[in-house]
């Protein structure tokens, strides 16, 4: 059974940045894309960003196309999220998945692909 632990949330000031990590422990975490969304009050849960097992090949909503990446480091069980020019509109809990498609070719956006998810890290911008 995976686990995954967010961290790097917090509270930023409009036109700032954060870096969010989340680490995977109890699988092989190479043979699975890793998949980000954020959750804000009141609202459901939307997709962010995704990156296959490779890395090779990345997706992203158009709310966050341009200002956010996502990356990992499977050496570290490590996917990130880089969030630059963050907005009020991003304030969220932000949570990592893993898919549930071992070596799955593309990205996904969907929550029903992916079967683990972290606890959530609060990201709030201030204006």
């Known amino acids: 059974q995976v686990q995954l632990v967010e961290s790097g949330g917090g509270l930023v000031q409009a036109g700032g940045s954060l870096k969010l990590s989340c680490v995977a422990s109890g699988r092989t975490f190479s043979n699975y894309g890793m998949g980000w969304f954020r959750q804000a009050p009141g609202k459901e849960r939307e997709f962010v960003a995704s990156i296959i097992w490779s890395g090779a090949t990345t997706m992203y909503a158009a709310s966050v196309k341009g200002r956010f990446t996502v990356s990992r480091d499977n050496a570290k069980n490590t996917v990130y999220l880089q969030m630059n020019t963050l907005k009020p509109e991003d304030t969220a809990v932000y949570y990592c998945?893993?898919?549930?498609?071992?070596?799955?070719?593309?990205?996904?956006?969907?929550?029903?692909?992916?079967?683990?998810w972290g606890q959530g890290t609060q990201v709030t911008v201030s204006s």
């Open positions: 998945a893993v898919e549930n498609r071992v070596y799955w070719p593309r990205p996904s956006t969907r929550t029903s692909d992916y079967g683990t």
